[in-house]
């Protein structure tokens, strides 16, 4: 989906580098999530954001941080990049009580 | 939280139908959505349903809901090679949160 972009598309990192993931938007939307997709394992969530004030932990935040910069802008941090992290990461939008819109993804490797 | 699951694997013969299913233990769940992802891309909505609906068709997808039962099925008329894909069935809950199922990967076989 065009209106969500992820940047990079790739990238590759060595353990204990710090790293950040970007995603902005032109959906307008108010809500912002942050997903990783494991073979088998679906996707889990990260952190999420309904707005520019509002950050909230997912089922799986440890060893992330997030920042809400604008209400377009979501990015993704990884303080100290460890091999198990190596995945596929989303960012997806939404307005309220609606289906989540996704960008095309970040495929980051930790060497 | 909510536990959605779906079978990994599922191969079919173009022109077959293929029939995706998924479960999920949330009873008071809301909205039900089906996903699909190609190679090197994101998730792209492909349809969705209320819980209190059975059913809904759109071209050649029909979604099956059995409330009782816990679970959803997602059917494709007449399977082509460019539906292959994995499809992830997700599931609002009654607290509004989005939980997703592991995928299922479509293989349609020429």
């Known amino acids: 989906d065009a209106d969500v972009t992820q940047t990079p598309r790739n990238r590759i990192t060595k353990t204990g580098k710090r790293i950040m993931l970007e995603c902005s938007q032109t959906k307008g939307h108010d809500r912002m999530y942050w997903y990783r997709q494991d073979p088998g394992l679906g996707l889990r969530l990260i952190y999420y954001s309904f707005d520019v004030k509002d950050i909230n932990k997912g089922e799986i935040s440890d060893g992330y941080s997030v920042s809400r910069q604008a209400q377009a802008k979501f990015s993704l941090s990884l303080e100290s990049a460890i091999p198990n992290q190596t995945a596929l990461y989303f960012c997806?939008?939404?307005?309220?009580?609606?289906?989540?819109?996704f960008g095309n993804g970040t495929r980051l490797t930790v060497t | 939280g909510e536990d959605v699951e779906q079978s990994l694997f599922l191969s079919v013969r173009e022109g077959d139908s293929s029939v995706i299913n998924c479960t999920y233990t949330d009873s008071s769940s809301t909205y039900l959505y089906w996903y699909k992802q190609e190679p090197g891309a994101g998730l792209q909505l492909l349809t969705y349903?209320?819980?209190?609906?059975d059913m809904k068709q759109d071209q050649r997808l029909t979604v099956l809901l059995n409330k009782k039962d816990k679970h959803l099925s997602l059917r494709i008329a007449d399977t082509q090679t460019g539906d292959s894909a994995i499809y992830f069935c997700?599931?609002?809950?009654?607290?509004?949160?989005?939980?997703f199922g592991t995928g299922t990967r479509l293989t349609v076989i020429p």
């Open positions: 997806a939008t939404s307005a309220a009580d609606s289906p989540l819109h």
């Open positions: 997700a599931v609002v809950t009654g607290a509004n949160n989005l939980f």
């Open positions: 349903i209320f819980s209190n609906m």
